[in-house]
């Protein structure tokens, strides 16, 4: 496969997110991509490599359980530098394929609702689409309480598996879209590697969790929803 992005010589070069919190706020958007393999190469491993325009390494998740999704202990949402910063866990006996996220890495422990971050809901609908970008294919509930009557915060439109969607706030402003990477913008690469970019003002850890989760609800055809 070609070389997505530049390494360090002696590996990747990571963002230390840690670092730049007195940084003035960026006015331009983020434009990242994401490259659905794990940092970690070796045989049974998945996951996402993230890099910035620069590319330089700002996310990883690396699922070392494969054969069961990595549902059982989440998906750990981490910096360049492998520091968790969110577990993202499917709600057990979820008829609307429901994830969690929770802050740091809470691993097999049960985590108090207190601590959630964000609930997101497979709506059932642009699941499978092929034309109508505006299909709401999942939405997302901020904070630790979400009830039937609850308005999402964010939904996403579009189609994520063909990599054209849409994150929106709940007043219909463009979050962050999804979109085919192309090199030079006349190569297009294959569906493993994709371009997310983000607005300003928008939280890059909560979007890239948007993305993990997006990933293991909005399956391809005939292929298992949580497997990817």
Same mark, same amino acid.
């Given at each position: ?25 960026? *006015?331009?958007?983020? !434009?990242?991509? *994401? @490259? ?6 070796? =045989? #049974?491993? /998945? ?6 325009? =620069? ?23 981490? /910096? ?8 993202? +866990? &499917? =709600?057990? %006996?979820?008829? =609307? /394929?429901? @994830?969690?996220?929770?802050?740091? /890495? ?5 985590? &108090? +609702? ?13 699941? %499978?689409?092929?034309s109508n970008k505006s299909e709401v294919t999942a939405e997302v509930f901020m904070g630790s309480e ?7 915060? %964010?939904?996403?439109? #579009?189609?994520? @598996? ?11 402003? $463009? ?7 192309? *090199?030079?913008?006349?190569?297009? $690469?294959?569906e493993d590697v994709f371009s997310l970019v983000v607005q300003p003002g928008f939280d890059l850890d909560?979007?890239?969790?948007? !993305? ?7 399956? +391809? &055809?005939?292929? &298992?929803?949580?497997?990817?």
């Amino acid at each position: 496969m070609s070389k997505i992005h530049p390494a360090a010589e002696n590996g990747y070069q990571y963002q230390d997110r840690g670092v730049h919190h007195d940084q003035v706020e960026d *006015v331009n958007p983020s !434009v990242l991509t *994401v @490259w659905k393999r794990s940092s970690m190469t070796f =045989q #049974g491993t /998945d996951g996402f490599t993230v890099f910035d325009h =620069q590319g330089v390494l700002t996310f990883r998740v690396d699922n070392y359980s494969r054969k069961s999704c990595g549902v059982r202990k989440g998906l750990v949402l981490m /910096d360049g530098a492998g520091r968790a910063l969110l577990t993202l +866990k &499917p =709600q057990v %006996f979820s008829m =609307q /394929d429901q @994830w969690n996220a929770y802050q740091g /890495d809470y691993g097999c422990a049960k985590s &108090p +609702k207190s601590s959630r971050v964000f609930t997101m809901r497979n709506t059932g609908s642009g699941l %499978f689409s092929r034309s109508n970008k505006s299909e709401v294919t999942a939405e997302v509930f901020m904070g630790s309480e979400t009830t039937s009557l609850s308005s999402p915060d %964010f939904r996403i439109e #579009g189609c994520f @598996w063909r990599r054209k969607c849409n994150i929106k706030s709940s007043s219909g402003q $463009l979050v962050a879209n999804v979109a085919r990477k192309r *090199v030079n913008n006349t190569v297009m $690469l294959g569906e493993d590697v994709f371009s997310l970019v983000v607005q300003p003002g928008f939280d890059l850890d909560l979007i890239m969790a948007f !993305v993990i989760i997006l990933d293991r609800i909005c399956g +391809k &055809p005939l292929t &298992p929803i949580l497997c990817s």
